[in-house]
C-alpha cells in the first residue's frame, strides 16, 4: 500500500460511527428509511411513491438524511434522535472482536468521533455493543447537542477546536462521501474513505480494519 509523504504528520484520527464503526445494516437502513417517508408523506399530504420520488431528489442535491428530512419542515436532528430511541440496537449492532483489536493497536493514537444525529448517550450505547469504550475517543461530537451535521464545517470545526489541532494535522474516517469526506475535507482535514475508491478522498481502503496497515509502524 502507498504510504503518503504527509501520513507522519497525523496527530489525531477521527472517525464516524454508523456504517464505519459497525457495518451497514440493509434491515436497519430499510427500517429507517421507511420511517422517514412516512414522516414526510404525513407532513406534506403526499403519496409514498411522490415522497420518494421527492425525497430522493432532495437527498442528492442535500448529501445528508438529516438535512433532507429537514428540507421537509421536519426537525432531522430530533426525527433521528427519536428514531433511535425506538430500535433495540443490539439487534443490529454486535460486539466486534477485530475493532477492538484495532482500537488497542491504536491506543498510542489521539481519537475523536462526529456522529450524525445520536445523543451521547446513543453513541455510548453503540460504542459499548460494538466492545468499545467511549474514554477511547478524546472527543466525541454528538451533533444533536450541536446542532449542526455533517458536512457542515460545525462539527469538524468544533472538534479541531477541541484537539488544539490544524486540520492538516487529523485524518477523518468515513464510509460516506457526501458528508464523512467532504465535509472533513472542506476544514483541510485529510480523509480517509470506507469501502469504494473516490478520488475526492485522500487515502480510500476497503475495510475500516485496514487503517491497521497504514498505521501499524507509525
Same mark, same amino acid.
Given at each position: 500500500? #502507498?504510504?503518503?509523504?504527509?501520513?507522519?504528520?497525523?496527530?489525531?484520527?477521527?472517525?464516524?460511527?454508523?456504517?464505519?464503526? %459497525?457495518?451497514?445494516?440493509?434491515?436497519?437502513?430499510?427500517? +429507517?428509511? !421507511?420511517?422517514?417517508?412516512?414522516?414526510?408523506? *404525513? !407532513? $406534506?399530504?403526499?403519496?409514498?411513491?411522490?415522497?420518494?420520488?421527492?425525497?430522493?431528489?432532495? %437527498?442528492?442535491?442535500?448529501?445528508?438524511?438529516?438535512?433532507?428530512?429537514?428540507?421537509?419542515?421536519?426537525?432531522?436532528?430530533?426525527?433521528?434522535?427519536?428514531?433511535?430511541?425506538?430500535?433495540?440496537?443490539? /439487534?443490529?449492532? #454486535?460486539?466486534? *472482536?477485530? $475493532?477492538? #483489536?484495532?482500537?488497542?493497536?491504536?491506543?498510542?493514537?489521539?481519537?475523536?468521533? =462526529?456522529?450524525?444525529?445520536?445523543?451521547?448517550?446513543?453513541?455510548?450505547?453503540?460504542?459499548?455493543?460494538? &466492545?468499545?469504550?467511549?474514554? @477511547?475517543? *478524546?472527543? +466525541?461530537?454528538?451533533?444533536?447537542?450541536? &446542532?449542526?451535521?455533517?458536512?457542515?464545517?460545525?462539527?469538524?470545526?468544533?472538534?479541531?477546536? !477541541?484537539?488544539?489541532?490544524?486540520? *492538516?494535522?487529523?485524518?477523518?474516517?468515513?464510509?460516506?462521501?457526501?458528508?464523512?469526506? $467532504?465535509?472533513?475535507?472542506?476544514?483541510? $482535514?485529510?480523509?480517509?474513505? =470506507?469501502?469504494?475508491?473516490?478520488?475526492?478522498?485522500?487515502?480510500? @481502503?476497503?475495510? /475500516? %480494519?485496514?487503517?491497521?496497515?497504514?498505521?501499524?509502524?507509525?
Amino acid at each position: 500500500m #502507498h504510504i503518503p509523504s504527509w501520513l507522519p504528520s497525523i496527530r489525531a484520527l477521527g472517525w464516524d460511527l454508523d456504517g464505519t464503526l %459497525y457495518p451497514p445494516s440493509q434491515t436497519l437502513t430499510k427500517l +429507517i428509511q !421507511k420511517r422517514q417517508y412516512q414522516a414526510v408523506s *404525513e !407532513k $406534506m399530504r403526499w403519496s409514498l411513491q411522490r415522497t420518494r420520488s421527492e425525497y430522493e431528489k432532495r %437527498y442528492l442535491n442535500l448529501g445528508s438524511n438529516t438535512k433532507t428530512i429537514s428540507s421537509f419542515g421536519i426537525d432531522g436532528i430530533s426525527f433521528f434522535t427519536s428514531a433511535w430511541d425506538t430500535i433495540d440496537l443490539s /439487534v443490529f449492532i #454486535h460486539r466486534d *472482536e477485530r $475493532m477492538v #483489536h484495532m482500537f488497542d493497536s491504536l491506543a498510542s493514537r489521539r481519537h475523536f468521533l =462526529i456522529s450524525n444525529s445520536n445523543r451521547l448517550d446513543q453513541i455510548q450505547k453503540k460504542l459499548l455493543l460494538i &466492545g468499545l469504550q467511549a474514554e @477511547i475517543f *478524546e472527543v +466525541i461530537v454528538p451533533t444533536e447537542e450541536l &446542532g449542526e451535521v455533517k458536512p457542515d464545517p460545525a462539527p469538524f470545526l468544533f472538534a479541531l477546536e !477541541k484537539l488544539r489541532l490544524p486540520p *492538516e494535522q487529523t485524518l477523518f474516517i468515513g464510509d460516506r462521501v457526501s458528508t464523512d469526506v $467532504m465535509g472533513a475535507s472542506a476544514v483541510g $482535514m485529510r480523509t480517509c474513505r =470506507i469501502g469504494e475508491t473516490t478520488p475526492s478522498a485522500d487515502i480510500c @481502503i476497503p475495510s /475500516v %480494519y485496514d487503517i491497521l496497515l497504514i498505521f501499524s509502524d507509525r
